[in-house]
């Protein structure tokens, strides 16, 4: 149930680009993007909730493919701020109630 | 103030004993959710419940029991600890239908011996 998120780590220097991707094998309602600093709760980023959807949040933005089940993250210009564990969290059209976190990707910004 | 805890942040136990695992939300958020994180497995769910005296299975629940008598409580029970229930736990709440957007209490480090 739980989507799949690729990569599990990245290393970054400051002002590099990065993706996260995040994949589902079932179809899905929203996807949210979350950030998990080291010793810390998650942190909600954004949500998308339509298919081909776009957000952004600063400089961090995603979008959601209905079609294909997936979502992706796009880190651009990144900041040591930036470093951290980022999970993709879903649910799923068949049982709305549920939510399902990836196993994360963990990203970290050098100077 | 508002917001969501838990308690305790920290517990050691050991092997066969009950342990109870305790969140509080101030917001009248309808969902809350339990979430153990494991590295490599990220937060997998537990349980999750929609509304008072509305709770279900979630990914990984054998060992654990919850209940949801208030709106604004969902403890977890862990009935006969285990060592492999050693796992920093979350709890979740949010409104899902209205905004989407959960919060995470701050954990609860559980060591079993």
């Known amino acids: 149930q739980q989507p799949v998120q690729s990569p599990q780590a990245v290393i970054l220097r400051e002002g590099e680009d990065a993706v996260i991707n995040c994949s589902s094998s079932?179809?899905?309602?929203?996807v949210h993007w979350y950030r998990q600093k080291h010793g810390e709760a998650p942190v909600f980023l954004m949500i998308l909730l339509k298919g081909g959807e776009q957000k952004g949040h600063e400089k961090i933005s995603a979008s959601f493919n209905e079609k294909k089940q997936q979502s992706s993250l796009y880190l651009t210009a990144s900041q040591l701020s930036y470093s951290g564990t980022y999970f993709c969290?879903?649910?799923?059209?068949?049982?709305?109630?549920?939510?399902?976190f990836g196993s994360g990707t963990k990203l970290n910004v050098k100077p | 103030d508002a917001g969501i805890t838990q308690s305790p942040r920290y517990k050691i136990t050991e092997t066969g004993r009950q342990v109870t695992l305790m969140c509080h939300q101030t917001w009248s958020h309808s969902y809350m959710f339990w979430y153990r994180q494991d590295l490599g497995h990220g937060l997998r769910l537990i349980y999750y419940s929609a509304a008072a005296d509305i709770t279900d299975k979630g990914e990984v629940p054998d060992g654990y029991v919850v209940s949801r008598s208030k709106t604004e409580n969902f403890p977890l029970t862990l009935e006969s600890a285990t060592r492999s229930q050693t796992s920093v736990y979350f709890c979740a709440s949010g409104g899902l239908a209205e905004t989407g957007e959960l919060f995470f209490g701050e954990g609860s480090r559980l060591t079993v011996l």
């Open positions: 969290g879903t649910q799923p059209i068949y049982n709305f109630n549920k939510f399902y």
């Open positions: 079932k179809a899905l309602y929203s």
